[in-house]
Nanobody
Framework: QVQLVESGGGLVQPGGSLRLSCAVSGSIFSGFLAWYRQAPGKERDWVATITTGGGTAYSDSVNGRFTISRDNTKNMGYLQMNSLQPADTAVYYC?????WGQGTQVTVSS
């Protein structure tokens, strides 16, 4: 069965950076990988997607600040987040097909 485990969240000051990781196990790592986020009291929103071949797409709110990547040899996905703002505070989830991780908390605050 497919399992996803996110890591790398934490507390960061506005303008700072974090790199999230998503470890995928139990499946051949071939397919779209996506990141979503959910702020308190809000719906889960799509953040970015990467194809097996490395094609990427981003939501308008993170385009130019976040970079999604993957290492198919290690079954890993990544989300590099730069110029973080308080509005980026949320639990971040990775998604692979219909499988979700448990999420990792990102808090942007001074």
């Amino acid at each position: 069965q497919v399992q996803l485990v996110e890591s790398g969240g934490g507390l960061v000051q506005p303008g700072g950076s974090l790199r999230l990781s998503c470890a995928v196990s139990g499946s051949i790592f071939s397919g779209f990988l996506a990141w979503y986020r959910q702020a308190p009291g809000k719906e889960r929103d799509w953040v970015a997607t990467i194809t097996t071949g490395g094609g990427t797409a981003y939501s308008d709110s993170v385009n130019g600040r976040f970079t999604i990547s993957r290492d198919n040899t290690k079954n890993m996905g990544y989300l590099q987040m730069n110029s973080l703002q308080p509005a980026d505070t949320a639990v971040y989830y990775c998604k692979y097909y219909n499988n979700w991780g448990q999420g990792t908390q990102v808090t942007v605050s001074s």
